[in-house]
């Protein structure tokens, strides 16, 4: 289908949900200078309406590319004397590394601040956390915030919001990177979408969508 044929039948989709008694037209053409750019986020965003005036602190600056394939974040991080826990080097394997040095926003959010008061799961987690501006990392965020976060205090855990990667046993997992002790880890933790959360449980997400 050609990109008229499918902004056509996109805007068809879009006309037959949109409750029109409650939405005066006129103002809209008229000031359609500033409405046109609100327009294009909410198609970006999956047409979520974005939710306006809370924002979350930025939790840490990252860069993705510094090291160029899976096997080159493996042996960086165990030079470094870091340990990658089995799962973690399965999904390793299949990540896809970015060839350009990219810098990435990361955000630390629990479930609650999400607005969430009952268990979710991971998906409606990451629906939710779009309409704030936040969406599921790249892959290549796990190894590479091990590689960066040097200073982990002991016992922190952060748990990486991304698509998830089938281990070798065939679970679906995200990575997280946690310190035990003077040891600092990459892991996994389960990334099965389905799966359900308290609203205390925390996610690190990136501010632009990658």
Excluded at 119 to 124: F, S
Excluded at 194 to 204: A, L, Q
Aim: proline share 6%.
């Amino acid at each position: 289908m050609s990109l008229i044929g499918q902004s056509w039948e996109l805007m068809c989709e879009l006309a037959k949900r949109t409750p029109w008694g409650r939405i005066e037209i006129q103002p809209l053409i008229h000031d359609i200078a500033q409405v046109a750019p609100e327009f294009v986020r909410f198609l970006e965003n999956g047409g979520r309406v974005m939710i306006q005036g809370k924002v979350f602190p930025t939790w840490k600056l990252i860069k993705l590319g510094l090291h160029k394939s899976p096997e080159a974040y493996a042996s960086v991080l165990e030079a470094k004397g870091h340990k990658i826990n089995k799962w973690a080097r399965d999904i390793l394997m299949k990540i896809t590394c970015s060839q350009e040095v990219v810098d990435l926003e990361l955000v630390d959010v629990s479930g609650a601040e999400l607005g969430f008061t009952q268990v979710y799961t991971a998906r409606e987690c990451y629906e939710r956390a779009v309409t704030f501006g936040l969406y599921p990392c790249p892959a290549e965020t796990g190894p590479a915030t091990r590689d960066q976060y040097n200073d982990q205090p002991a016992g922190e855990y952060r748990r990486i919001a991304m698509e998830a990667i089938a281990d070798s046993g065939g679970g679906l997992n995200v990575f997280d990177v946690y310190r035990d002790g003077g040891e600092l880890w990459l892991e996994t933790d389960s990334g099965h979408p389905d799966n359900r959360w308290n609203p205390g449980h925390r996610w690190v997400f990136c501010r632009r969508k990658p």
